[in-house]
Nanobody, 116 residues
């Protein structure tokens, strides 16, 4: 069973930065892509960023230029560097792995709270 474990969340002031990590229990090269999602209270889960096995990245417009997704294949870890954080970024952040088409595996999430 694949396990994904997120870490790095916490409380930060607006304008600050955090780096989230997602450690996988297996080689992340087994997956076509890794992604970061978030879910704010009362809102649907939204996809923020994707990184493919080849290193290609895509971002949702709301985080483009502020967030950076990266991967360390040797450590089986994916990162999300978040800069210029805003109160609207407050949410639970989830890591996910995609084998082919579907996002098959999910972590339990890490809470990010941005104070104004």
């Amino acid at each position: 069973q694949v396990q994904l474990v997120e870490s790095g969340g916490g409380l930060v002031q607006a304008g600050g930065s955090l780096r989230l990590s997602c450690a996988a229990s297996t080689s992340i090269l087994n997956f076509a892509a890794m992604g970061w999602y978030r879910q704010a209270p009362g809102k649907q889960r939204e996809l923020l960023a994707i990184i493919t096995s080849g290193g290609f990245t895509t971002y949702v417009d709301s985080v483009k230029g502020r967030f950076t997704i990266s991967r360390d294949n040797a450590k089986n870890t994916v990162y999300l560097q978040m800069n210029s954080l805003k109160p609207d970024d407050t949410a639970v952040y989830y890591c996910s792995a995609r084998e082919v088409v579907d996002w098959n595996y999910w972590g339990k999430g890490t809470l990010v709270t941005v104070s104004s």
